[in-house]
């Protein structure tokens, strides 16, 4: 009796042995085989926000950039291996929207301040064509898309790359139901911009004045006028230049203030107006050359022909590859 009971024990503990090493060789043989999506999961959508959201807290735009790189690197790696994973399109998307803002040589912001919107090189414009398209092919997969704000997405690539029209990147954004999850002060902007650029003027503005922080201090009020102006209220844009230029500590605020102001005037057909502006612009930076093409522009509407022509043979001299002036003279 004691030998058969002790033979059905050992017999239990040997069952026991294989079952678990089963269970350990099927665990590894999955590991093996879903690495790839291990991988990605350590990156995947779901996460993609929080490693977003640490960008910001990393020392150095260079090492943003490596992060960034890193985190493309593994979406398309992955995109290419699981063809039909929408996720993986989406993740990959807005990860080369990002680094292509990274390759803009300003922001959104600062380039509409300078009146600078086609100045988008190819690095960036393809950057954001890639962005569209795996966006794209991830809503097809699933037909529709991930989460609302990839609208935005898809809007921002395609009025940087001028892969979309105008009225389809409002039609992107009006899809956008929860405008709470529109944050940061550049995103808010973009999208009140672009409210005010197709006849929407009323709820952009309404839009970019509920957000205070994003129209606030001098680069703040500078985007404020310069969105008025896009929507064709110059006296309001006129008002909150001359505000900064009053009130603004930074130099470089208060010339594009003048600047500004001036191509206001000038556009109104004010040109001793213009001409007072361009010329104060000019005083805080007497070897910006496009200061110097609207003073000569300014001086030829008034008249003063030679003025002008005077101004611009003066900047051709100064930078002999300077388009502008080439053809102003040459028009002359």
Not at 96 to 121: P, R
Not at 156 to 167: H, L, Q, R, T, V
Not at 200 to 211: C, D, M, N, Q, T
Request: charge should be positive; hydrophobic fraction near 35%.
């Amino acid at each position: 009796m004691y030998y058969r009971y002790k033979s059905k024990k050992r017999n239990k503990k040997k069952y026991k042995i294989i079952f678990i090493g089963i269970l350990v060789f099927t665990a590894g043989y999955a590991v093996y085989s879903f690495r790839s999506y291990l991988m990605f999961w350590k990156y995947n959508y779901s996460t993609l926000d929080k490693k977003i959201m640490a960008l910001d807290s990393v020392q150095g735009e260079q090492n943003r950039i490596l992060m960034l790189q890193n985190l493309r690197d593994v979406c398309d790696k992955y995109k290419e291996e699981n063809p039909l994973s929408a996720e993986a399109f989406f993740s990959a998307g807005k990860v080369h929207f990002m680094i292509g803002e990274t390759k803009l040589s300003e922001s959104f912001s600062e380039l509409v301040i300078h009146e600078k919107k086609n100045a988008v090189g190819d690095d960036a414009r393809n950057e954001f064509i890639t962005a569209i398209k795996d966006i794209r092919k991830g809503m097809a997969l699933v037909n529709g898309v991930d989460d609302e704000m990839t609208y935005f997405y898809l809007a921002k690539a395609g009025y940087y790359s001028d892969y979309y029209e105008m009225p389809y990147v409002f039609e992107l954004l009006k899809k956008i139901r929860n405008t709470e999850k529109i944050k940061s002060d550049g995103d808010v902007r973009f999208y009140s911009l672009i409210y005010i650029l197709n006849n929407s003027s009323e709820s952009g503005i309404r839009f970019l004045k509920a957000h205070p922080r994003a129209t606030g201090g001098s680069r703040g009020k500078l985007f404020m006028a310069a969105a008025e102006k896009m929507g064709k209220n110059f006296t309001n844009a006129i008002m909150i230049n001359k505000d900064v230029i009053k009130t603004s500590t930074d130099p470089e605020s208060v010339r594009i203030a003048q600047f500004n102001l001036g191509k206001i005037y000038y556009q109104k057909s004010l040109f001793n107006e213009s001409l007072y502006h361009l010329t104060e612009a000019s005083k805080l930076a007497e070897d910006n050359y496009d200061i110097q093409i609207w003073i000569g522009k300014s001086f030829y509407k008034a008249g003063d022909r030679k003025k002008a022509e005077s101004i611009w043979k003066a900047v051709l001299r100064k930078d002999k590859d300077n388009d502008a002036a080439k053809k102003l003279l040459g028009g002359i």
